[in-house]
Each structure stands twice: as C-alpha cells, then as structure tokens.
C-alpha cells in the first residue's frame, strides 16, 4: 500500500498535505509552510533528488512523507495523513519507511522539525524513537516556536 511518490502524484500529494495540515491539532503562529505546497513544489523537490511515499487506499492517496538528504542525515517533512484516516498507524508506517530508506543509504541518523504547540506529534515522534535536539524560533518570535529532533540509526548486526 506505501509507493514512492512520483511526478505524477503531485497535484495529489500537494492536496493531501495541505488538507492535512489545515487540521493539525492547534492552530500554529506562523501556519505552516506546507498550507501553500503546490504540485510544483512536490515535482522540484523529485527534481533536486528529494523522495517520498505515499499510502493509498481505494486508489487514493491518503498519507505521504517527503524526505532529502541534508545535514548528514535523511530529513523528513510534510508528514500527513488524511484526517478520515488517521490513528491507525499510517504515520508509524511511513516513519518506518523513510527509516528504511536511511538504513539503505547508510545515512546514520533521521531528523525533522516540528512545533512545540503540536505536542501530540511530538509524543508521536518520541515514541518512533526520536529525541528532541535543539528548540527554535521563527522570525520574530522571542520564543522558540519549534524543535529539531533526531533518531540515530544504529547499525543492525548481521
Ligand atoms: C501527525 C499525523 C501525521 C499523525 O498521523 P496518524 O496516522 O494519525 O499517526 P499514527 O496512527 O501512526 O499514530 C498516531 C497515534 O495514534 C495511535 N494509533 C495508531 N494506531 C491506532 C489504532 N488502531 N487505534 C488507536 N490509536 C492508534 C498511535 O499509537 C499514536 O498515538 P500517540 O499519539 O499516543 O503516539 C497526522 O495527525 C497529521 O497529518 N497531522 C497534520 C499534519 C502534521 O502535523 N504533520 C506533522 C508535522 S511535523
């Protein structure tokens, strides 16, 4: 049910994210970048050698995760899933895979960032073995705003 994103997927996938964003848990100051991803912006990220899948059901897309090489590690971004189809597991699910994908390219780490208002995603990283790195603030913010975290990859013994 997960495939790699690709070109064609992009008006899809851009709905989809900015879908699932419009319903984050709390409102966040600034809203988030990903309310404005266009398919554009998902064809030139496919472009530069960024990767992604996507779960669909019935044919549709109803979850996707975008990631890139950066800063010695694999860094995800746009995680979303339909609300209709949330709480069963689906982020876990492309988590695993963008993990996968680390492991496969012998990158030693995952990374992301996320708002610090958005504590639900926070446990849920937490829970897929991520650990809060450094906090954030966007422009003109006094406060952090958001927080980098990570997963170190340990190399499975064989
Ligand atoms: C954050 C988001 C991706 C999570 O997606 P999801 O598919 O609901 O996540 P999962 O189902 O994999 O796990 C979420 C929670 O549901 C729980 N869960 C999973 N399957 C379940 C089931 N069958 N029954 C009950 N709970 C379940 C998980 O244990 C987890 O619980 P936790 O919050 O206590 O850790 C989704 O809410 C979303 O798209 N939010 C808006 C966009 C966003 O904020 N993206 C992340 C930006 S950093």
Redesign the pocket.
Known sequence: MLRPITPQDAAAVAALVRA??A??SVATDPPASALRLTPADVCAHLAAGGGGMVAEEAGAPV?SIMWSEMDGGLYVAR???APA?????????LLAAAEETARAAGLPRLH?G??LA?L??R??FS?AGFVEVRRHAHPGHAEPTWVAMEKRLTAVAG
Not at 85 to 93: H, I, K, M, P, Q
């Open positions: 699932a964003f319903e984050q979850a995680l979303s899933v189809s949330r709480r069963r597991g689906l982020a876990r699910a992301l996320t708002r958005l639900d995603n446990r849920l829970s």
